[in-house]
């Protein structure tokens, strides 16, 4: 190889700028893909999750008291104190999934400003490849890529959003995906316990397809997904796996009474 060729940027990790785009664009789609996505509020996609899952348990552990033949006053107080115990697991566990990604949040903005302050030369590349794919050129592309670099705090906005694809909006303050996913457990239980009292045979099987109809319908209308398949899906794996429950339950009835 001639002595001449230049040498891509150490900071590429020897890919040159449009390739060094493309995959850190790549990883920002991979690193939007975690739980309730970038796309819907946060807490009121907790909200829809903990409810269905919350409808979805209660009508389980229903069936595991009912086929052990607990009465059905005992089984109501059962699922009573199982609620208090699954509304604490949902809401912390929610808020503390909302700290694990703000927190790789900050260390991709502390990245991110490292190499602004350290590697400027080829940050302002990165940002030729991708306002020159957005049809800025000549002079105009340069004005662009001086007002961007003269500002560390802009420049720093842009290259999070542009280059890695995250939306430092989207991203809420834990405590309120918690509390989302605390109100979404106390409304799905309280539908359930209520209908389960006024109808003991089948109160908790129309709680739980009403809690997944809605809380399926409300996610998909804020991901602007379809809403009647989104509906079809949720309620076919919960009777699948209610299924599931069911008939093993059968079987290993019929086992033991051998």
Not at 56 to 66: D, G
Not at 82 to 107: N, Q, V
Not at 123 to 140: H, I, N, Q, S, T
Request: negative net charge.
């Amino acid at each position: 190889m001639s002595s001449m060729q230049e040498k891509k940027p150490v900071h590429f990790k020897g890919k040159d700028a449009l390739e060094h785009v493309i995959e850190a664009q790549a990883e920002g789609i991979i690193s939007a893909t975690e739980v309730h996505g970038i796309e819907p509020p946060g807490y009121l996609s907790s909200a829809c999750d903990a409810a269905r899952e919350t409808a979805v348990v209660l009508l389980l552990v229903w069936h595991l008291l009912f086929f052990a033949g607990i009465p059905f006053t005992s089984i109501a107080s059962f699922l009573l104190i199982f609620t208090i115990s699954w509304l604490i697991w949902k809401t912390g566990r929610s808020a503390w999934l909302g700290w694990f990604r703000l927190e790789r949040l900050h260390r991709i903005l502390e990245q991110e400003r490292w190499e602004i302050e350290h590697h400027r030369q080829q940050e302002r590349d990165e940002l030729r490849v991708l306002y020159a794919a957005k049809g800025f050129e000549g002079k105009l592309l340069e004005d662009v890529l001086d007002v961007l670099m003269s500002d560390n705090d802009r420049l720093l906005k842009v290259m999070v959003e542009e280059e890695l694809g995250l939306s430092l909006a989207s991203h809420e303050h834990p405590l309120k995906q918690g509390l989302g996913a605390a109100i979404g457990v106390i409304s799905s239980s309280i539908i359930s316990l209520i209908l389960l009292i006024l109808w003991p045979a089948w109160g908790i099987f129309l709680g739980a397809a009403i809690v997944i109809t809605i809380g399926s319908g409300l996610s998909a209308k804020l991901a602007q997904n379809r809403t009647i398949p989104a509906i079809v899906w949720n309620l076919g794996i919960a009777v699948l796996a209610f299924g599931f429950l069911y008939f093993l339950l059968q079987f290993l009835k019929q086992v033991l009474g051998k």
